[in-house]
């Protein structure tokens, strides 16, 4: 069993940053990817980032694109999701994730095997 666990939301104003992680309980020896999603109250959820072990590469859903950037400690067995120049429209409940999807299911958060209990992130004025 594998156990993820979020830390780092919470409540900013508009133009400010954020930086999520996620630790696992164990090295997940059996995913090889890592990925964020989040959730806004009466939507669908929506891929975020993910992060292939294999080579490294990263991906990012258009809206988040050019703001948000996700690495990883493999030391720590983290990974993060930096937020910067958050808009009221990032507002959602976000979830770290692993599994071993096919690339082109990458999106797709019924692949995803793990999850964690998901940390809220609020931006307003």
């Known amino acids: 069993q594998v156990q993820l666990v979020e830390s780092g939301g919470g409540l900013v104003q508009p133009g400010e940053s954020l930086r999520l992680s996620c630790q696992a309980s164990?090295?997940?020896?059996?995913?090889?990817?890592l990925a964020w999603f989040r959730q806004a109250p009466g939507k669908e959820r929506e891929f975020v980032a993910a992060?292939?072990?294999?080579?490294?590469?990263?991906y990012y859903g258009d809206s988040v694109k050019g703001r948000f950037t996700m690495s990883i400690d493999n030391a720590k067995i983290t990974v993060y999701l930096q937020m910067n120049n958050l808009k009221p429209e990032d507002t959602a409940i976000y979830y770290c994730?692993?599994?071993?999807?096919?690339?082109?299911?990458?999106?797709?958060?019924?692949?995803?095997?793990?999850w964690g209990q998901g940390t809220q992130v609020s931006v307003s004025s």
């Open positions: 994730a692993s599994g071993t999807p096919i690339l082109s299911a990458i999106t797709s958060p019924t692949i995803y095997r793990h």
């Open positions: 164990q090295r997940t020896g059996n995913s090889d990817t």
């Open positions: 992060l292939r072990r294999n080579g490294g590469r990263t």
